[in-house]
């Protein structure tokens, strides 16, 4: 025979329970351990608010699994005003923690609630969105850097990274990479208003401390 009982909500508690199986005549012990189902907590660590109208949001999260079995293939979602608009998946076994950075491109100028999901709990901030501003303004980003670059000696360096000007006017503007607090390389650039460019460069064994 085969007895069985609910756990959780109305149910068993989790942790070490005693249980005891009796009959007429006889009784039995035994322990067992219920354990803390899955639970995916979340919080916003950081955002990259300002962020200029038309632009990618970053919202960097920490989502950590507070229970003990493990969940698969949750999705965390980040929503704008209530709008989804990125998500991913992840599989997190008990106790596991990860840091995950969502992005979205923005639109709406203003103030905008953004709200990252779980399917568990959520986590809520206000960002802000702002209009181009009508001179060049200069971002960088999608910097590519071999991870052993500077750690051979006799070798060039090859530096990639995507130059955006932001701001509705062109402009120019010196790309300068700078190694142990020198300026070893420069490269002019001239954008026009919501312009980007990769900008490469090797700088020389020569060059290097």
Not at 131 to 150: G, H, I, K, Q, T
Request: hydrophobic content about 30%; proline content about 5%; overall charge negative.
């Amino acid at each position: 025979m085969t007895l069985t009982a609910p756990t959780g909500a109305g149910g068993i508690d989790a942790g070490t329970q005693q249980l005891r199986v009796n009959t007429d005549n006889d009784a039995q012990e035994a322990s067992t351990t219920i354990r803390e189902p899955a639970n995916i907590a979340v919080q916003i660590d950081d955002t990259n608010s300002p962020v200029i109208e038309g632009n990618r949001l970053q919202v960097d999260t920490i989502v950590e699994n507070t229970g003990d079995g493990t969940a698969t293939d949750r999705e965390v979602a980040l929503e704008v005003n209530d709008d989804e608009a990125t998500s991913r998946q992840l599989t997190l076994d008990g106790g596991e923690r990860a840091e995950i950075t969502l992005e979205a491109t923005v639109s709406t100028v203003g103030d905008q609630t953004i709200t990252v999901t779980t399917g568990d709990e959520i986590a809520q901030r206000t960002v802000t969105i702002i209009e181009p501003p009508d001179e060049p303004l200069f971002r960088m980003s999608n910097l590519s850097v071999p991870d052993s670059a500077f750690r051979t000696e006799g070798q060039s360096v090859a530096v990639d990274a995507d130059v955006t000007n932001i701001g509705n006017g062109e402009g120019s503007q010196t790309v300068s990479i700078i190694i142990g607090g020198t300026t070893r390389s420069t490269s002019d650039v001239t954008l026009d208003g919501n312009e980007t460019q990769t900008v490469s460069t090797t700088v020389p064994p020569t060059a290097l401390p």
